[in-house]
Every structure is written in C-alpha cells, then in structure tokens.
DNA sequence: CTACGCTCAGATA
DNA sequence: TATCTGAGCGTAG
C-alpha cells in the first residue's frame, strides 16, 4: 500500500466535505441548489444501491429526486408514480433516509396538507418543526 | 407468519 | 372540526 497515495486520497475526501459543507449552507441561507446533484459534481460517492436495497425502496427514492427545490408532494402522489398504493409502507422507507436534505423528503407532506412525519418521528416534535422550517426556506426565494 | 408505520378516505358525532 | 375506523402493502423480525 502506497501511503502517499491513501494521504492524497483522505485529503482529496476532505476537501470534498468541507465544499459539501459549503454548499449545505447556501442552501439553508435560502439559495436555490440541487444538493444531490451538487454532490454528484463534486464526486461524492452515496453509495445509494446499498442503502436502498430494496426495488421498492429503489422506486420510491428516484421518484423522490425527481421533486425539485420549491416543490411539494404526498405520499400518495409518490405511490402513483412508482404505481402502488403502499402510503404507509412509502412512508417506512422515507423515515429510514439515510440522507436527509440531500434526498428531499422534507418535500414531502400529507394530501391534506398536515405536515407529516420526520426523521422517523409524526408526533408534535422538533423534528416536524425542522420539515416546516426546510420548507419554509424553500419558499421564500 | 406477525406486527408495524413520515398514510388515506370514509364514517360518525 | 375532531377523532376513529379499516384498507392497504412493503419491510423487519
């Protein structure tokens, strides 16, 4: 193992994080950016086939990327999309986002206009507070 | 196989 | 409006 190389490679990394950073707070400023597509440009590797295994888990976050900034949706608009009915189940995969803003699920909400869950959690709670904020910042540009 | 959930439409008061 | 069904279905155990 050439440890020069492996020291150009964890810099190289590092330096992609620090522009991640970057541009997750022009982001929340209230710029317009695609983040997932910025970090696709940067070279970050998400490693999406391993966590989403699933072919269903599959459908429901590509069709999710397809939501653009500013934009809302349901969870049985995304059902109609991938053509399933399985809310809930969309739901399931949704709380288990391993990368929450870069895959937008904040963008999602209940059909009748409730806010919906979070990170897991449906309840009256910080998390729900956080998505209203998300989308908040989303509108105001 | 069972239980669960970031849902939804319908019923009831 | 608020609260309660049951349907619906992929996933984890």
Same mark, same amino acid.
């Given at each position: 193992?050439?440890?020069?190389?492996?020291?150009?490679?964890?810099?190289?990394?590092?330096?992609?994080?620090?522009?991640?950073?970057?541009?997750?707070?022009?982001?929340?400023? =209230?710029?317009?950016?695609?983040?997932?597509?910025?970090?696709?440009?940067?070279?970050?590797?998400?490693?999406?086939?391993?966590?989403?295994?699933?072919?269903?888990?599959?459908?429901?976050?590509?069709?999710?990327?397809?939501?653009?900034? =500013?934009?809302?949706?349901?969870?049985?608009?995304?059902?109609?999309?991938? =053509?399933?009915?399985?809310?809930?189940?969309?739901?399931?995969?949704?709380?288990?986002?391993?990368?929450?803003?870069?895959?937008?699920?904040h963008?999602?909400?209940?059909?009748?206009?409730?806010?919906? =869950?979070f990170?897991?959690?449906?309840?009256?709670?910080?998390?729900?507070?956080?998505?209203?904020?998300?989308?908040?910042?989303e509108?105001?540009?």
């Amino acid at each position: 193992m050439n440890l020069k190389l492996v020291d150009e490679c964890e810099k190289n990394k590092i330096k992609q994080i620090f522009e991640l950073k970057e541009t997750i707070l022009e982001y929340l400023a =209230g710029k317009n950016i695609n983040l997932f597509e910025t970090i696709k440009e940067l070279g970050i590797d998400l490693h999406l086939n391993d966590k989403f295994p699933s072919k269903f888990s599959q459908k429901v976050y590509s069709s999710l990327l397809s939501v653009k900034y =500013g934009e809302l949706t349901n969870y049985s608009e995304i059902g109609e999309k991938i =053509g399933s009915k399985a809310n809930r189940a969309i739901g399931n995969i949704l709380r288990g986002n391993p990368l929450p803003l870069i895959i937008p699920c904040h963008r999602v909400i209940k059909k009748n206009g409730e806010i919906g =869950g979070f990170m897991g959690i449906s309840e009256k709670s910080w998390q729900q507070t956080l998505k209203k904020k998300l989308i908040e910042i989303e509108h105001s540009t």
